[in-house]
């Protein structure tokens, strides 16, 4: 494939796909990694599955206050909404983990991540398969101040799998 960026010409190679996101953007690359073969290896930083779970748990003002003034439109108990939220989302991460392969996948979690919750991050990380894991002595937020580590663990992987990936000439 090829593409224009930054007025410079350059080639992708399409054995050499990877990637990486954090926290909703690992939820949603946890799908596109499911689906897409190109991507040969990703990261996911602290990610998680159950999202019905996760919107119904949120102690987010905004989602709160979404939440409620939903329940409230319908007349749902939030049993009722989580469940009318696990049936319309179909495209649940923990669904298409397994799709997923272990072996090119490293997944990095915070044992005190408050906001998505261990258990379902754990949750997501098995129906992976069990692929390497880093757990972070941190919460969600304060996670990011691991990020020095983060680089050079992220980098290291994504450099090791791709260099894998490439086929011999």
Avoid at 18 to 36: D, K, M, P, R
Avoid at 90 to 108: N, Q, Y
Wanted: hydrophobic fraction near 45%.
């Amino acid at each position: 494939a090829r593409g224009l960026v930054a007025n410079r010409l350059v080639v992708v190679d399409p054995e050499r796909i990877g990637s990486f996101a954090i926290s909703l953007g690992a939820i949603l690359t946890t799908i596109l990694s499911a689906v897409e073969p190109r991507i040969r290896c990703s990261v996911f930083g602290l990610p998680a599955g159950h999202i019905p779970e996760i919107i119904m748990a949120s102690q987010d003002k905004a989602i709160r206050k979404r939440r409620r003034a939903y329940m409230e439109k319908h007349g749902w108990t939030e049993e009722q909404a989580l469940q009318q939220l696990k049936t319309v989302m179909i495209s649940e991460p923990t669904r298409l983990a397994p799709s997923i392969d272990p072996k090119r996948t490293l997944v990095i979690i915070g044992l005190f991540d408050r906001v998505l919750g261990l258990g379902r991050s754990l949750d997501l990380w098995r129906a992976m398969g069990r692929p390497k894991l880093v757990l972070l002595p941190t919460g969600h937020y304060t996670a990011t101040f691991a990020t020095p580590y983060l680089k050079v663990v992220t980098y290291s992987f994504l450099r090791r799998q791709l260099a894998n990936s490439k086929k011999a000439i």
